[in-house]
């Protein structure tokens, strides 16, 4: 039996990926389709602007739009789950009257840094969705709201979470990120050809205070954040998806640099124990080439799911530099949703 | 009287860029064009593929191009300095040779960190021409070789040296450097198109090296390198021209944001003050927006002399962070050459 | 004593465009920048998201931006001249509101087509400006509104004036045309990365319908289509600035190639022989090198305002086969509306 | 039994094609990989930069890469069939050797307008390999030649196959060409960006002679071109696969714009009616929206193996016009030569 799902913000760009990543999974089916009024009562099929390279399911594209409200996705069919690929700028309340009725799996920024709500990647906090009784109890709530963290800080926390052995006490992290985490239609071409763009705006608070969240600990009450510091400088690149981040660390036991790289290569979380469908059997795969990772040769690589390492090295400041790239709408924004729903369907949270 | 100038790898992208630079300098007159044996003795107009986006002028196109050999030079017109654009892999002997003649201003790699060749940017080290007669006695030549830097130290070394009066303990830089950096053809397109190169050879290497000889200390016989740690993060991105650079410095003394960022307005330095005809009038220019400076908007400030500073904040980490873009072939290569020998002249050295 | 000007649509990339070219001419002063209501109050610098690589003249970037309404410019300054650079979904009342009083050039495409207005390149059809008093009583309007057309129009009708002495009879276009052309913020950077979208809206209509009125004969009373037949097919492609067109023509006497290409070098028109301050010294260049045109290389040509034709050969089908590039938004837009305003001077119209 | 194949050019662009395609193929299993001299006696991992998005195979890797000749080739393996990606300028006299012994499927164009050696679109004329019997008998081999169209014909000859019961006349394209079209390094990035050239070498001819061949009649002992004419305009532009083609066709008989659609959907040729492994199950898409087909959206269609047509249209001057895309170096290089030895295959000729 596999679980109903609602998908809200179903026409953006990270609700087709939702759906393209649904599409024959084991464990769930989409039964809503729902975003703003403006597509309500559409086919999905007329209501999308389909940006992905591989074409619109057929049985999607029939499928009529409802509007992003609970009454209305009650009426449309049963639903277990709702995933949330809202913007954040209606997210907050929108989430929050799913969450009386439903689970809500959230890629919005809206509820991340709430004391009561996890933000989770699964092979890095999985015990961060403890707190969900705590949430459910304090807001009355019959569902939950968990949330995915922000695409450039998901690629660096799991390559921050294999180094935590080695005590990572604070970094430094500057970013080359590629168009479609700006969404559809995002930023402008006549912004970006034959350019850099040195700001997103927000970007660089979310991967100062995300990373310590999700790498924060647990204690069966609160989450209290982990206690490193972050510098980011978050750039924009003429790149269609796979954000880059050149990353220097500083570690407090001082490891060779092979065994940086093994305990990248030997970096296992739950989901890859516990076999869930969309885990990449490597997290972190490293590449030895001096040119690697590069956005359009690895963001691809164990179907979007794994995060790219290269060019690790010794860093005279700092204790070790390397560059990490993942492909921001998979694992960063759709594929870390259903990752994290799957780890929930295995926990019996769902 | 301007100088008579021969230029030695002319049919480059960097020679080319002299040419256009050159083109009406109240100083200066080109009179031998030099490239390799496969150009000689035809018209530069034949021997050269033409990149920029001014078209190539008229008189130069007719000239006759010679072999890079002392004995064809001297054949070919009299010749009082000589700009090197070679590549870095044949400079070395070659500069050489036509040192034992002439003053050579190069912008070769291969002569940049001898200790007895000065490593000049005019706003930040012209005190270090001062070994040259030291260099002269040393190799027993008539002329004298002064290099320029590599072009993303460059824009680099020049925001440092604002900052000098703080005291720069150390720094940290992720670059974003241009396609024509690389030369040509460089870059093959199939590689950049869709893409970030995380790697340029050596060049991490030349900005960690060149930068302490270029902010170090001139004693009257030898250059003692800066006491600082630079750990560089070098990358190519799909820009024509122009580096952008993340810079994360630490300064001994905590200024504030605002003295930071009126160190680098208020910058000037010999050329400045000596009213050199291709000196910027302001060496740095910065810039307020939250999302500048870009590489297309940016390049030409100052007819591509200016370097471009924005986004200065405070850091975490280290004290400061901003970005900093120049223009990597005119501030960064040909211009850095025609402002050296400028400098020269009004010293009194040409 | 130059003419004072008002530029409705002023904070737009065409608005920009024409703030840019009057700069310092000499016949024309800025007088009032008008847009929409949302602008209307702030000052320019702050309405406007300047796209342009030069910077922002600093006295306009003080002015007040006004309404696009005939009262608010006429309470705001003394306007002989407007110039329309409104989209072509809000230009028609208006400029018909502001043509009862002012002259108005306008680059919009609303009124192109109307029987008694004329639809101008001042090399090709200055005659048409004859038509400007039947449509002043047709209306009964103090001013007037004069039309450039559209920019992937004017460069190739400029190469088909050229070509009228041969008898143009048929000809194929397939165009190959710049973002900016788009606006901004125009084409989504998503949508072009890596691609080329084969479709404009309506531009395909335009070329063909716009091209024969403006070749067609003016009678003294009315505007006679240019009898020929015209095919285009019109494509996006990731390019800034300038369009390029591949053009196959046949022509009813058969000159020579070396005839074609006389033609397009001896080509001038009244522009030229008025001797106005934007008129181009060469309307069309023509580049003997096989693979030029190229949007880079040539959009800057005449300060933009030359048209580039390259690729001059016999074609077995049609009889004449060629490029054409152009700057979009100089020759095809602000530049136009300027070079007509002058010749309007000059003919003592304005 | 699967055949056994040698790759000739294994390490360039197409030959690395080749490699991904053959993979796990049901018929074809790859013994030899040979290469220039520079790279014979290397494995394969190191003498080839691989170029595509997909990792190279393990086993290929390990592979020991052979030089060019029979000899080697021989002595390396068993071969029943030799793939050529060698480059033009050399594949003349190698494919000869080659073809004394083995048969020989070649993508170079060095033998494509050799009277006796077909040339090869299995769609499109399959009875072409009716020559070979004649080529054995006129050059005394034991294998023979039979070769594969330049990419941006074969698309269309595709398209143009599919109306020739309209009786094609005449037609005129212009070509939006990929990068991986000029193969690696190719076309230098600083040519690219924010540009088009409108000229690629030879192109323009290939397209207008192999389609007449292609089209042409056998009568059993040799190859009468179709008696159409053809005039082709080529262009680069900056995307990475996928040659988009604006084409205007007149056909005798005056089919209305519903008839040349379904001509084109209903199209089907022996590879569809064998059913061979690499055959697309439509060779022609017709797609309906208003600005499709686009190389990013479009290329892999069909695995890379369809046409994909769109914006069927009438056209004022010739009859039709229509835009067709397809991937240059899948149908347009390797995918070719692998489709073609499997119609060989099913004849009986391999």
Not at 23 to 37: M, N, Y
Request: charged content about 25%; some cysteine.
């Amino acid at each position: 039996m596999r679980r109903k799902v609602a998908i809200l913000g179903a026409t953006g760009t990270v609700g087709q990926r939702f759906i393209q990543i649904l599409r024959g999974h084991p464990w769930f089916e989409i039964t809503v389709l729902a975003a703003s009024e403006r597509s309500a009562g559409k086919k999905y099929r007329e209501a999308c602007r389909w940006r992905l390279e591989t074409d619109m399911p057929n049985e999607i594209g029939e499928m009529t739009v409802v509007n992003t409200r609970v009454k209305e996705v009650k009426e449309a069919a049963d639903v277990d789950l709702v995933f949330s690929a809202l913007p954040g700028s209606v997210a907050g309340p929108v989430e929050e009257e799913f969450a009386a009725e439903y689970p809500v799996v959230s890629k919005a920024s809206a509820h991340r840094m709430d004391a009561d709500i996890p933000l989770i990647i699964p092979e890095v906090n999985p015990e961060h969705l403890g707190i969900i009784p705590v949430q459910k109890k304090n807001r009355g709530w019959n569902g939950f709201i968990s949330t995915d963290p922000n695409c450039s800080t998901i690629q660096l926390a799991i390559t921050l979470k294999a180094l935590m052995g080695f005590g990572v006490k604070q970094l430094i992290v500057s970013t080359m990120q590629a168009l479609s985490g700006a969404g559809y239609p995002g930023v402008p071409s006549l912004d970006i050809i034959d350019n850099v763009i040195p700001y997103i705006p927000n970007e660089e608070e979310k991967m100062e205070s995300e990373t310590r969240k999700i790498l924060g600990t647990f204690n069966g009450n609160s989450i209290q954040p982990a206690n490193m510091t972050i510098s980011a400088s978050c750039n924009r690149v003429d790149v269609k998806d796979g954000h880059l981040e050149a990353v220097y660390v500083e570690l407090e036991n001082k490891p060779t640099i092979e065994e940086v790289k093994e305990a990248f290569r030997s970096f296992v979380g739950e989901p890859q124990r516990l076999n869930l469908p969309s885990a990449p059997e490597k997290p972190i795969i490293v590449r030895e080439e001096n040119d690697r990772p590069q956005p359009r040769f690895d963001r691809n690589a164990g179907k979007g799911m794994s995060v790219v390492v290269g060019r690790v090295r010794s860093d005279p400041i700092m204790t070790v530099k390397y560059l990490c790239l993942g492909h921001n709408t998979i694992r960063g924004a759709a594929g870390a949703g259903v990752l994290s729903a799957e780890l929930m369907v295995a926990k019996g949270i769902l």
